[in-house]
């Protein structure tokens, strides 16, 4: 059974940093990239960031580039999505997903198993 399992997020002051990790299993870790998408109350899902381990490929959002930064552990077979500087207009679900196909892409269409979500809250 594939599993996406999110943990990390919580509520943190305008400035701030929070790290975020999905654990996955269930599917062979470098044969999936793995991707970070989130979605604020009333908003679109938005795509975040992707990586994919085999290749060592780190994509990012505009909205989020310099100041998150992705990485990943095949040991663990998780990936994490370190965010500094945090601005209210990150409060989102944050939610990771893996895509056999896609490399570079932050579409949320691309990506077959999702996790549940973790809510980050960013106060001003």
């Known amino acids: 059974e594939v599993q996406l399992v999110e943990s990390g997020g919580g509520l943190v002051q305008a400035g701030g940093s929070l790290r975020l990790s999905c654990r996955t299993s269930?599917?062979?870790?470098?044969?999936?990239?793995i991707g970070w998408f989130r979605q604020a109350p009333g908003k679109a899902r938005e795509g975040v960031s992707a990586?994919?381990?085999?290749?060592?490929?780190?994509y990012y959002a505009d909205s989020v580039r310099g100041r998150f930064t992705i990485s990943s552990d095949a040991a663990k077979n998780t990936v994490y999505l370190q965010m500094k500087n945090l601005k209210p207009e990150d409060t989102a679900v944050y939610y990771c997903?893996?895509?056999?196909?896609?490399?570079?892409?932050?579409?949320?269409?691309?990506?077959?198993?999702w996790g549940q979500g973790t809510q980050v809250t960013v106060s001003s």
């Open positions: 997903a893996a895509s056999r196909l896609f490399t570079n892409s932050l579409l949320d269409f691309d990506y077959e198993y």
């Open positions: 990586i994919r381990d085999s290749e060592k490929a780190t």
């Open positions: 269930g599917f062979i870790f470098d044969d999936y990239a």
